[in-house]
């Protein structure tokens, strides 16, 4: 389950325990991941929320939704130039390795066609 993994991740990168969230997170209790795993399910809207604050990132990260964990709060407005490179690079993360010399091929000669 993403949401799970994230957390743990989020927990094991700042050196905390599960037992270091709960009691940290209103609404929590040293019980609360063992029964999000053995069900299979995740708490509702506010303790994500609670949960994405205390780790300082988003909802939409711990949910799986992005993988910028950047809260909508600390980003900042993007140019139209670093909404493209945001993107692109996002796309170019899917490109297979054994690919990428073509794509630099066929940009440079789209780049060399626009200037």
Same mark, same amino acid.
């Not at 709960?22 to 609670?50: C, M, Q, Y």
């Not at 990132?57 to 939704?65: A, E, H, I, N, P």
């Given at each position: 389950?993403?949401?799970?993994?994230?957390?743990?991740?989020?927990?094991?990168?700042?050196?905390?325990?599960?037992?270091?969230?709960?009691?940290?997170?209103?609404?929590?209790?040293?019980?609360?991941?063992?029964?999000?795993?053995?069900?299979?399910?995740?708490?509702?809207?506010?303790?994500?929320?609670?949960?994405?604050?205390?780790?300082?990132?988003?909802? +939409?990260?711990? #949910?799986? !939704?992005?993988? =910028?964990?950047?809260? *909508?709060?600390?980003?900042?407005?993007?140019?139209?130039?670093?909404?493209?490179?945001?993107?692109?690079?996002?796309?170019?993360?899917?490109?297979? +390795?054994?690919? #990428?010399? !073509?794509?630099? =091929?066929?940009?440079? *000669?789209?780049?060399?066609?626009?200037?």
């Amino acid at each position: 389950m993403v949401f799970l993994e994230r957390i743990d991740a989020l927990i094991k990168e700042r050196g905390i325990s599960r037992n270091t969230v709960s009691k940290n997170v209103a609404g929590l209790n040293h019980n609360s991941f063992h029964a999000w795993e053995k069900r299979g399910t995740i708490p509702n809207g506010d303790t994500i929320a609670k949960i994405a604050d205390f780790f300082n990132v988003s909802t +939409d990260y711990l #949910l799986g !939704k992005t993988d =910028d964990p950047t809260p *909508a709060k600390q980003k900042k407005e993007l140019t139209p130039r670093e909404e493209l490179v945001r993107d692109f690079t996002n796309m170019l993360s899917r490109v297979p +390795d054994e690919k #990428l010399e !073509k794509l630099k =091929d066929l940009l440079q *000669a789209s780049i060399d066609a626009f200037v």
